[in-house]
């Protein structure tokens, strides 16, 4: 019969060894286990191992720059594809996490969040966990149900729908016409872009296409968004290709225009 596995609390053992900067070695005692057993969790939980260089530093966090469009484009970003949380009400690191497969998406996290804190990344075959470590000047990304209200003019929106696109959206030709579409469970953010991009004379379709089979979040409705018109699609990706980050996206944009050309100058 083997041995029954120690359980180690995921939130405690990661900020013991992130947050307070401890060794597995410091950590063991807390538990009241082995080193061995310390960093096989830290493994499990897919947890990032620092490297030896990191293991020997403090890492140092930066506050964010206030700048309101990349705030913007942050919120949209986080609400499309980020968890952040703290590890307990008192913490003073604010965690920003992600798993992807892409090397794109893992460029857009390194590019938005290196510059502040670290940025951590844990390769299972292609399968790739990112934890950044950043200061309370984050806490405006906590929340995964935003203040939309906060995102003021039409440069924010259109920082924020980018930021939303880059983590949510599509962007591609159908039947030779270029498309572009956005798919989410999250009604009040869709039901928001669709009223702004109304109000900013950009027509778009949303709609309920399908509900949602998950037991996790089984009966939620899955709403889209389409931009299918010609005239549309091209005011808005003059609007917000500044902002795009992810280089599949802003390699969809360029096809997409010169779609949009050719069909312009027949």
């Known amino acids: 019969m083997g041995r029954t596995k120690i359980y180690l609390d995921r939130n405690e053992l990661f900020s013991f060894y992130w947050e307070k900067g401890l060794s597995p070695y410091k950590i063991a005692p807390i538990f009241n286990c082995s080193f061995s057993t310390v960093r096989n969790r830290l493994i499990d939980y897919g947890i990032a191992l620092k ?19 990349e705030k913007a484009y942050l919120l949209g970003f986080r609400v499309g594809d980020l968890n952040v949380y703290k590890t307990n009400k008192n913490s003073k690191v604010v965690v920003v996490r992600c798993h992807t497969t892409t090397q794109e998406q893992l460029d857009v996290i390194n590019g938005l969040f290196s510059k502040y804190g670290k940025v951590t990344i844990s390769d299972n075959n292609g399968s790739y966990h990112v934890n950044c470590f950043l200061n309370e000047t984050f806490n405006f990304m906590l929340e995964k149900r935003i203040n939309l209200d906060q995102i003021s003019g039409e440069e924010e929106f259109y920082s924020f729908f980018a930021g939303y696109l880059d983590a949510e959206g599509y962007i591609g030709l159908n039947q030779g016409r270029a498309r572009l579409k956005i798919d989410s469970y999250d009604s009040e ?50 609007r917000i290709k500044k902002y795009c980050l992810h280089r599949k996206r802003v390699a969809q944009i360029a096809i997409a225009e010169k779609n949009i050309l050719a069909r312009l100058t027949k």
């Open 51 to 69: 490297d030896n260089s990191t293991a020997r530093q403090k890492y140092r966090k930066t506050d964010f720059s206030g700048n309101r469009l």
């Open 189 to 238: 953010v869709m039901k928001w872009i669709h009223q702004k991009l109304d109000f900013y004379g950009i027509r778009n379709k949303t709609r309920v296409i399908s509900l949602c089979s998950d037991k996790r979040s089984f009966g939620m409705e899955l709403w889209r968004i389409n931009i299918n018109f010609l005239e549309d699609l091209e005011k808005l990706f003059l």
